[in-house]
């Protein structure tokens, strides 16, 4: 059974930082794509960052590219993102997410994958 916890969200002001976790629990036999979706007040969720759970092929929205950063503790199956020079277009519902099925681009699969119950990021100007 896929488990994916979240926590670290709060609120900060522009040009903040802010570092999310996410335990992350995905029994696959095989390697799988894990990630952050966020959902912002009236959009729809988008790909923020992601990568394989062997470590490579780390990939990021343009938005954020720069400024986030996505890792793992494989030791404590762990995943971070790691925000910073937050901007207030950063406020959202930050969503750890993988998925098994590596078809598609990295959006497309974290969209469609699991997803945990996600953690608020509010940023102020």
């Known amino acids: 059974q896929v488990q994916l916890v979240e926590s670290g969200g709060g609120s900060v002001q522009a040009g903040g930082s802010l570092r999310l976790s996410c335990v992350v629990s995905a029994p696959f036999n095989r390697p799988y794509f894990m990630g952050w979706i966020r959902q912002a007040p009236g959009k729809q969720r988008e790909g923020v960052a992601g990568?394989?759970?062997?470590?490579?092929?780390?990939s990021y929205d343009d938005s954020v590219k720069g400024r986030f950063t996505v890792s793992q503790d494989k030791a404590e199956n762990i995943m971070y993102l790691e925000m910073n020079n937050l901007k207030p277009e950063d406020t959202a519902t930050y969503y750890c997410?993988?998925?098994?099925?590596?078809?598609?681009?990295?959006?497309?699969?974290?969209?469609?994958?699991?997803w945990g119950q996600g953690t608020q990021v509010t940023v102020s100007s």
């Open positions: 997410a993988t998925e098994r099925d590596q078809s598609g681009n990295w959006k497309e699969r974290l969209l469609r994958g699991y």
């Open positions: 990568m394989f759970s062997s470590g490579d092929l780390k």
